[in-house]
Each structure stands twice: as C-alpha cells, then as structure tokens.
C-alpha cells in the first residue's frame, strides 16, 4: 500500500469541545501497531485544525510533552508515513 495523503484522512469535530466551538480530531491507527492522534482548534490545541496541527502518536507520547505542534500539512503527512513504515525492514 502507498504512502498516505492528506485527502485520506477523516477529520470530525473534536468530541471535547461543545458544537459552538471549532476543533477537529482524526486518529489512524496502523496495522503495524502505531498510531497517531491529530487535532487542531480554536483553542486549546497547538495548531488552528486548518493550517496547523497538534499531534500525538506512538513515537511522540514517549517525549517530554507528549505532542508535537503546530505542524503544516505536510509535516503531518510526512509522520504519518514515517509511523505507517516503522519496523518494515525488521
């Protein structure tokens, strides 16, 4: 299977958040056993959910913060794919 691309992922609104107020939340989880959790909002997040992202994943919740911020698209894209390929040459 390719290499994931933006338009592959789901976005739905943040469930933490009322109706009233912007943020999104899509989670992948991969066959591998990684995972990753992306959002961004109006407050609260470190990325707007439009331009910008905050995400959580395997790799990062070992990390001193836990999430990395305020990531571009591609940024997000790119360890998604870094995540989706972990452990392919064992």
Known sequence: ?????????????????????????????????????????????????????EIMSSSTEKTRNGVKGWLSRVQVVRHLNYLKRKGENK
């Open 1 to 53: 299977m390719g290499n994931l691309k933006w338009e592959d992922l789901k976005f739905e609104h943040h469930r933490a958040l009322p109706s009233n107020e912007f943020g999104v939340q899509c989670r992948i989880d991969f066959e591998n056993g990684e995972w990753c959790s992306i959002v961004g909002g109006e407050k609260s997040f470190y990325g707007d959910g439009k331009t910008s992202f």
